[in-house]
């Protein structure tokens, strides 16, 4: 799933969660968190999936409407 650094920076607001806890949880450094959700770099599918596996299994759905806007929200249960 391809996921915008927005979205990203909105999941970690969900689950407040610091860009150190999300590079932990991912395996990223805080750095290349940063610069993914500020749009300065995109990260490679390998980390893009580490990025998006880490806030998944912490509780976050990314949701894309019928108009094609993304979005982000925490699954039910969480």
Do not use: H, Y
């Amino acid at each position: 799933m391809t996921i915008t650094g927005a979205q990203a920076k909105g999941a970690r607001g969900l689950l407040n969660w610091t860009r150190d806890r999300l590079a932990g949880a991912s395996g990223l450094s805080p750095t290349a968190i940063s610069r993914f959700e500020d749009g300065k770099r995109w990260p490679s599918p390998l980390r893009l999936s580490s990025i998006v596996c880490a806030l998944e299994d912490a509780g976050v759905e990314f949701i894309a409407e019928n108009g094609g806007a993304a979005g982000v929200k925490l699954r039910k249960g969480k």
